[in-house]
Nanobody, 128 residues
């Protein structure tokens, strides 16, 4: 059983920065209990899309082309927490951001269908 809780969302002007956090909870849980953790986002009227993901064992990272060079995903095993540092934010980054985790070794880390556990989301709004 894995529970995920996001925090750190808010409203910023274009060019600003935000840092999202995803805390994981479970019985004797660590980030190594899952294969991948990722961040996804969904804007009104659009499909949920992958933003970034990280393999909990090796630390390999994956990024959507739209955020490469601006966003950084990282993990802190001691705190059972995954972060998404978002810099140079643009209005098109406005969305509800969700943290997710999967235990499936064959999962596509960039696809929502590959994930089993989801947080409730945190809103990010970027104004012009």
């Amino acid at each position: 059983q894995v529970r995920l809780v996001e925090s750190g969302g808010g409203s910023v002007q274009a060019g600003g920065s935000l840092r999202l956090s995803c805390a994981a909870f479970g019985h004797t849980y660590s980030v190594y209990s899952v294969y991948f953790m990722g961040w996804f986002r969904q804007a009104p009227g659009k499909e949920r899309e992958g933003v970034a993901a990280i393999s909990t064992g090796g630390g390999s990272t994956y990024y959507a082309d739209s955020v490469k060079g601006r966003f950084t995903i990282s993990r802190d095993a001691a705190k059972n927490t995954v972060y998404l540092q978002m810099n140079s934010l643009k209005p098109e980054d406005t969305a509800m951001y969700y943290c997710a985790a999967t235990r499936r070794v064959a999962a596509d880390p960039t696809s929502p269908s590959g994930y089993d556990y989801w947080g409730q989301g945190t809103q990010v709004t970027v104004s012009s």
